[in-house]
């Protein structure tokens, strides 16, 4: 009787001070918390802002028919501010050593998927550069990876060109930007143009 009762009484506080404990880390933790999304509010917009500012400044540097290009660097610029954001927002609610975690974690992700994709992101580097390039535009006849034609489409990854048997051949840009000429379409063409190095 006498062991039941030391046992009960011991039992009791138990649940109390873990109550406790658990009531007193709740209300220090709510000033992180409101810190927190208070953050996340003022990330989104101040986050809206700079793609607002940056898809306008590259809409100035870049033709109309370059949207491509300029909603690929506002989506990497993006998940760059929230990235970020979210890094900022762990380390100002306490958990400073979860973000240092997850950005370390995030850079060797970031390499993995590189090298993974890396003959796709090798096909949007040559994309951009053969939509920049005032040689290489639709319409124009080219020669370029066995393949003489029309070109009737450039998108980030891949280029089209209708060949002279009126076949659509898709090529991966990667392989046009390598070696391609530009084959005379009027009579003021003397010479092929050469891609320029």
Known sequence: MLIQAAAESTAEPIPRTILSELIDDAVTAIPKVISGALFLVLAYFVIKLALLLTR???????P????????LSVTIV???LWFGAVLAFL???GLGDVAASLGTAGGFVGLGVAFALKEMIADTVAGVYLLRDPDFEVGDTVETASVTGTVTRIDLRKTRIRADDETLVVLANRDVEKKWTKQPTSVGDAQATPRAE
């Open 91 to 93: 380390k100002i609610v």
């Open 64 to 71: 109309a028919d370059q949207t491509l290009i300029v909603d």
């Open 78 to 80: 993006g998940l760059f």
């Open 56 to 62: 306008s400044v590259l809409e100035r540097m870049h």
